[in-house]
C-alpha cells in the first residue's frame, strides 16, 4: 500500500523528535522503542482505514511524532496524590501511613549525601546498619534484640526459617490468618520450610490443645493477633501469658506475630485498644514480629524484636 511504503522512517522520526520539546531529553535507545511502537499504531490505523489514501508524507510524520509523545506521556511515573475517602485510616492500597513531616525531612536530607549506614566512624571499618535503629527499638519495645526488614510477612518468614526450618510450629486454627495482597499465613510458613500444625477449632482454642500438640519435632508456639477481623460468640483463645506458661513448662520458645504493632496504649488517646509490644515482650514471648508502616506510621517495614539469643 502507498502510504505504508511512503511512511517515514526510523530515522526520520528519531531526527524530528529530537527538535520535539516533549521528547528531546529522552534517551535514544528509548526514543527508537516509541518511534517502533508508534509506526505499529500508525500501520494499524491505515489497515482500519482510520487514515485515508490522500495523507501526505508530512501528516503521516506528525501523526507518527504525536504518537511517540502520547506513549512517552503513558509512560510516565503512575503514582498520583489522592484523597482516601474510605473510611480506612491506615488504607494499604493508598500508601498506608502518612510520614511525619520530620521523617520526610530527614529523609530528604540522607538522600542528598552520602550516610553512615554500614560504616563505623570511630573505627573506619564496616559497621552494622541495624545498630541504626536497635537501640531506639530496644528502647521502645523493652526488647533485647531487634532488627528491620522489609515487611511483616518477610519478618515472620524469617523467624520461622531461623527458628523452625524442617520442624513443626503449632498454632491456633483460628489464628490462621490472609490479609491483603494475598498473605496466607499457611503460605508464608511453608515458604519458611516450617511445617505447620493447627490446634483448636475455629472459634475456640483450649490450653489442653497446644499441650497435646507438642512433641520431638515442636520448635514453635505460634500465636497471631487478628488485626483485620474479630471472631465473637461462642469463643475462647489462649492468651499470651498461659501459651508462655506452657511452652516454658515443655521448653518450646513462643513467637507472636501481633501485625499492626502498637508501642504504646492506644486507649488512652480515645481509640480502641491494640496489644502493646513492649506489654507482650514483658509477658514472655521470645520473639515478636509486626508493621513498621501502620500503626508505627513509619515506611513500609517489618519489625523483629525478643530475646538476642533467638
Known amino acids: 500500500m502507498r502510504l505504508l511504503r511512503a511512511m517515514p ?42 487514515i ?12 507518527i511524532i504525536g504518537g511517540m509523545i502520547v506513549l ?39 538522600a542528598r549525601s ?5 560504616y563505623d566512624l570511630a573505627s573506619g571499618g564496616r559497621g552494622e546498619r541495624d545498630s541504626v535503629v536497635e537501640n531506639e527499638l530496644r528502647e ?12 511483616n510477612a518477610a519478618a515472620v518468614l524469617l523467624t520461622l526459617n ?8 503449632v498454632v491456633s486454627r483460628g489464628e490462621l490468618i490472609e490479609i491483603g495482597g494475598s498473605f496466607r499465613l499457611p503460605d508464608v510458613m511453608a515458604r ?38 474479630r471472631i465473637i460468640g461462642f469463643t475462647r483463645e489462649v492468651s499470651l501469658a498461659e501459651l508462655v506458661e506452657i511452652g516454658r513448662a515443655r521448653g518450646v520458645e513462643v513467637i507472636e506475630d501481633l501485625g499492626a504493632g502498637a508501642l504504646i496504649d492506644l486507649s488512652l488517646h480515645g481509640l ?12 514472655g514471648a521470645g520473639i515478636i514480629t509486626f508493621s513498621g508502616d501502620k500503626l508505627l506510621g513509619g515506611p513500609q517495614a517489618g519489625i523483629i524484636v525478643g530475646r538476642s539469643e533467638l
Open 9 to 50: 522512517s526510523i530515522d526520520l522520526c528519531l531526527k524530528v523528535a529530537a527538535n520535539e520539546e516533549r521528547l528531546s531529553d529522552l534517551g535514544r535507545d528509548y526514543l527508537r522503542k516509541l518511534a517502533r511502537e508508534a509506526q505499529d499504531e500508525f500501520r494499524a490505523a491505515v489497515a482500519s482505514g482510520a
Open 52 to 63: 485515508g489514501a490522500e495523507a501526505t508524507r508530512e501528516q503521516m510524520l506528525g501523526q
Open 72 to 110: 512517552a506521556e503513558a509512560d510516565q511515573p503512575r503514582l498520583r496524590m489522592a484523597v482516601n475517602a474510605t473510611g480506612v485510616v491506615l488504607h494499604t492500597n493508598l500508601g498506608r501511613a502518612l510520614l511525619a513531616e520530620a521523617a520526610i525531612e530527614a529523609i530528604a536530607r540522607a
Open 114 to 118: 552520602a550516610i553512615n549506614l554500614e
Open 140 to 151: 521502645l519495645t523493652g526488647a533485647e534484640a531487634a532488627t528491620v526488614v522489609n515487611n
Open 162 to 169: 531461623t527458628l523452625a526450618a524442617g520442624r513443626e510450629v
Open 192 to 229: 519458611s520450610g516450617a511445617r505447620l500444625k493447627e490446634v483448636g477449632t475455629t472459634n475456640r482454642t483450649h490450653p489442653r490443645d497446644y499441650e497435646q500438640a507438642i512433641g520431638l519435632e515442636t520448635a514453635l508456639l505460634l500465636k497471631v493477633h487478628p488485626s483485620n477481623y
Open 272 to 283: 480502641p485498644r491494640e496489644p502493646v509490644v513492649r506489654e507482650r515482650i514483658a509477658a
